[in-house]
């Protein structure tokens, strides 16, 4: 049983590797998109969105498809998707082609995150599941280590259509490796009629979360800090890297390239690092809530001094912000004390939309924000950069005061809503 749990984990966490690598891959794409197509800032936002809006479009129908066929063939058949999106990016030679293939490639990577949670929650035992899970998680963060370094030594060596090209290669590979590793006795097996049901319920109880309180006043900072930071880390941190940096630097697209990895390995270390820390404080009798608004506090105020240009070690600041940047996610396990059971499912899934949304709309206002100032060779002012980021640290804050605000509901945890 040991050797199929690790069969499990590492076939689904590689598929969620892929996920998160197509997530961040414009962030190297972008200064060639800019050069070889004449892409603008706004271009390059509403292109690289276009993943989070096929994501989220297709977080229901999948949840859905997941619980009806199991996870080892929905996530290798919808991977085939993300494949056929690389394909047609890489061949592309106008905007609107390109957009068919990012948002494709979006609906095909939708599934491997929660494909794999729902392998490991048939597979491992339930007190293993907060490790385990986190363990995929970080597996999936080193594709956020490999969009820095590794994809600008790549993109040295190898037009940006190869990759790409390379890219929908590799991830039929990875959809035939989950297709054949990954078991096959726990797929499962229901009645159409019960499908149809499962569809109509997924919908109606998104419906009553939307309308909660609760709902909102728990997870709009969470959601805001998530937007906000793979916006960033799937794009713009790349222009604001190369435009926000001290005059004298020898190369800055190597520097670059390189804080971005740091960035990826400190997501990797924040992720697995703070959901343990989080359980011990809880023993202590600080709730998982406040620790979660502590840290995304810790994460706004990283931002304001990335910003303001604080005078510190830019490896420091960019491994803070970082391994802060997902401590939004425990926002996850906040929101199972304040709905029952029977509606987790589609809180998580409900959840999952809205930071997508986010994250779809602040790329392109973004780049919108960005294209206000003028261009020189690819690069804008740095008070272009500055400005942006004033703006979401504001909206951010503001998201703060009304989480940490003392709500007049006062609903008691798993009785904040009590529908369908």
Known sequence: MTSLRLRVFAVFALGYFISYLFRGVNLGFAPFLAREMGFTATDLGTLTSLYFLGFAGAQIP???????????????????????????????????????????????????????????????????????????MAVGGLGGVAVGAPLSWLLAIAPWRAVSLGLAAFT????????????RTRDTHHQATHHQASVLEQFKGTAHILRSHAFWKTATFSALTQAVFYAMQS????????????????????????????????????????????????????????????????????????????????????AAYGALGGTGILTYAVLAEYFPPRLIGRVNTTFTLVIFIGIFVLQIAIGAALAHWPALDGHYPALAHQTVWAVLVVMQVAGAAWYFMPSRHATAPRRAVETQ
């Open 62 to 136: 999948g949840g859905v498809l997941l619980d009806h066929y199991g996870p080892r063939r929905v996530t290798a058949c919808v991977m085939l998707v993300a494949a056929a999106g690389a394909f047609i990016f890489g061949v592309s030679h106008n905007m609107a082609a390109m957009m068919v293939g990012r948002l494709l490639i979006g609906v095909g990577v939708s599934v491997c995150l929660g494909g794999a949670f729902k392998a490991t929650a048939q597979h491992f035992p339930v007190a293993q599941l907060t490790l385990v899970n986190g363990l995929v």
């Open 172 to 183: 039929v590979l990875v959809a035939a490796i989950i297709w054949t590793g990954g078991p």
């Open 235 to 318: 794009l713009w941190v790349g222009a604001f890297l190369r435009d926000v940096v001290p005059a004298g630097t020898a190369d800055i697209g190597a520097r670059a390239a390189s804080l971005v990895s740091v960035l990826g390995g400190a997501f990797i270390v924040g992720n697995i690092g703070f959901g343990a820390l989080a359980r011990s404080f809880e023993r202590r009798g600080v709730s998982v809530q406040r620790f979660s608004g502590v840290t995304m506090l810790l994460f706004v105020l990283v931002q304001a001094m990335l910003a303001a240009r604080v005078p510190l070690s830019a490896p420091l600041l960019w």
